[in-house]
């Protein structure tokens, strides 16, 4: 036979079942500590500390203050959204006091902090009818501002401006006249195939409207002719690879869609004053967080 074991309970279960009988014999409500209590049978150890309960007092405040947090950020999302300027401006005075409180914190801690809000914030712009190419532009400029910033209150203010500039953004794109939407999906064209080759037509046609009535309408809203407006872009974001990462030129050249490396080094000098070698060897970070490299290899 096997040996039998008297089965093991806790102390709590204990209370709660001579608790429970209590009440069945007496009809009246009993406390299973105080019992303990009355016949010196409770152990102090386990009362909680004062250190306990301060601890869990500081938690739930910051359950609270989490919950708070959230409230007002989704407020400004939506103040992004909806491209209220006046609103968010006013909101974000009470954020950035509340930011304050985490100023003795980590100076990466505030930096991841704000990098993850500039990916919000051009979601929000982008959801309230910025075109992903504006936005993204926007994106990789305070980003790269956000990673070489070296102090806390440069980063709580960088997440501030980003706020207001993506809700200036949307509201400027909502005020608008029609024949600009044309050139926001231009725009929006390019920056999706900015690494293949772009011919005019193939763009007019995407948009279902004439090669001639789109350069009128681009040149008139930008002050440049579309090709000029892609070989900027271009620039730009081949600038972001030549400082944040180890691509090389060759591969640069190619991905964005120059049609030699020759040809590249002519357009980049052109507006930038310098050769992409000149560039890199002058502005590269020698210690870079995020590296479009990683973008680049995905596509």
């Known amino acids: 036979d096997t040996e039998a074991h008297p089965v093991k309970l806790s102390l709590e279960k204990i209370l709660n079942f001579i608790s429970l009988l209590y ?38 405040n910051e359950e609270e203050i989490y919950h708070h947090t959230y409230q007002e950020e989704k407020f400004v999302t939506d103040c992004i959204r909806e491209g209220n300027v006046r609103e968010i401006e006013n909101r974000l005075e009470v954020l950035l006091g509340m930011a304050g409180i985490l100023s003795n914190k980590e100076e990466n801690h505030q930096r991841n902090l704000a990098i993850v809000a500039v990916a919000i914030y051009t979601r929000a712009a982008i959801d309230g009818g910025v075109s992903p190419a504006r936005a993204y532009r926007l994106s990789d400029l305070f980003i790269n501002r956000i990673d070489r910033c070296t102090s806390v209150e440069g980063l709580i203010e960088y997440n501030r401006n980003a706020a207001l500039e993506f809700t200036r953004m949307v509201s400027e794109s909502h005020s608008k006249k029609a024949a600009s939407n044309y050139t926001e999906q231009c725009k929006d064209y390019i920056f999706h195939h900015y690494h293949h080759k772009i011919r005019l037509e193939e763009v007019a046609r995407a948009m279902s409207i004439s090669q001639g009535h789109l350069s009128r309408v681009f040149q008139k809203d930008t002050g ?20 944040y990462s180890e691509v090389g030129l060759t591969e640069i050249s190619d991905y964005m869609g120059f049609y030699s490396q ?18 890199r060897d002058r502005y590269k970070e020698k210690e870079f967080r ?9 596509k």
């Open 290 to 298: 995020s590296d479009p490299a990683k973008e680049w290899k995905k």
């Open 23 to 60: 009440e069945i014999l007496t009809g009246e409500n009993a406390d299973g500590e105080k019992m303990l209590e009355q016949n010196g049978l409770f152990d102090e150890s386990l009362r909680p500390t004062e250190k306990e309960e301060t601890m869990l007092e500081l938690q739930i």
């Open 224 to 243: 440049m002719s579309i090709q000029e407006y892609i070989l900027r872009f271009r620039v730009e974001r081949a600038a972001n690879l030549l400082k």
């Open 262 to 279: 020759s040809h590249f080094g002519t357009v980049f000098k052109k507006y930038m004053g310098l050769s992409p070698k000149q560039y």
